[in-house]
């Protein structure tokens, strides 16, 4: 089995690296709600429908709001999957870089209304930025998910972590790449761990990393044909 790195591999870490910015900008500034992390989301709701929280918990309408976005962007990506795949058999066209090249999109619609409130929003424009952001990071899973690559999620550390130990236990559990599952764990550590420095540090640029990071990544993906669950 491969494990040295490509070019895809390259790609997969940026666009872990993507979330991982938006997920710390997201809990910081925009109240205890993250744009990837789902899980962590609903775990938040059931604490908050306890009223679990000490005084500063997230808003409840913002999750909830948040965890609608999130779920459009997967609809909306795994039609453009659908309908590229049969433009691809026509024209030769990717869905994957089509709709990458969407999140990359909507997260510069998130850049620019950052930029717009210098990254100090309201709690109206938290909630409209929170829901730009799970929006593309929505995408960007559906994206990922439809290459069906064992143990990879770009925006869920939990299942490749879980994969990851799996294949550490027994190579023949998941037969994914222990090598690729590790590189986009550091991907999204590192991309948490830029996003909270640029907030310490750079306040009003934190929100320019994970469009970077996702144009690099689609740069990466152009230049070859995209990783495949058989690389």
Not at 93 to 121: A, D, K, M, Q
Not at 177 to 187: K, N, S, T
Request: aromatic residues 6%; hydrophobic residues 55%; glycine residues 12%.
């Amino acid at each position: 089995m491969r494990t040295h790195p490509t070019s895809g591999d390259g790609a997969l870490m940026l666009l872990s690296a993507a979330s991982g910015a938006l997920d710390a900008i997201s809990f910081i500034v925009f109240g205890k709600v993250f744009s990837a992390f789902m899980t962590g989301n609903l775990v938040f709701l059931g604490l908050g429908t306890a009223d679990a929280f000490a005084p500063g918990g997230p808003d409840l309408g913002r999750v909830c709001i948040v965890v609608v976005a999130f779920s459009a962007g997967v609809f909306a990506a795994a039609r453009l999957a659908r309908r590229a795949r049969r433009a691809r058999r026509a024209h030769g066209t990717t869905g994957l870089t089509r709709s990458l090249g969407v999140v990359l999109g909507i997260e510069l619609l998130f850049l620019g209304g950052w930029l717009v409130v210098e990254g100090e929003p309201s709690s109206a424009a938290a909630t409209l930025l929170a829901v730009i952001a799970a929006l593309a990071m929505g995408m960007q899973t559906s994206a990922i998910g439809s290459l069906e690559i064992k143990g990879v999620f770009t925006t869920a550390a939990t299942g490749t972590l879980v994969n990851l130990s799996r294949e550490a236990a027994d190579r023949r559990v998941t037969q994914a790449d222990p090598a690729r599952m590790a590189r986009v764990l550091v991907g999204l550590v590192l991309g948490a761990l830029g996003g909270g420095l640029l907030l310490v540090h750079a306040h009003p640029l934190a929100a320019a990393l994970p469009p970077l990071l996702t144009l690099f990544a689609l740069a990466l993906l152009t230049a070859r044909a995209p990783v495949t669950a058989g690389d």
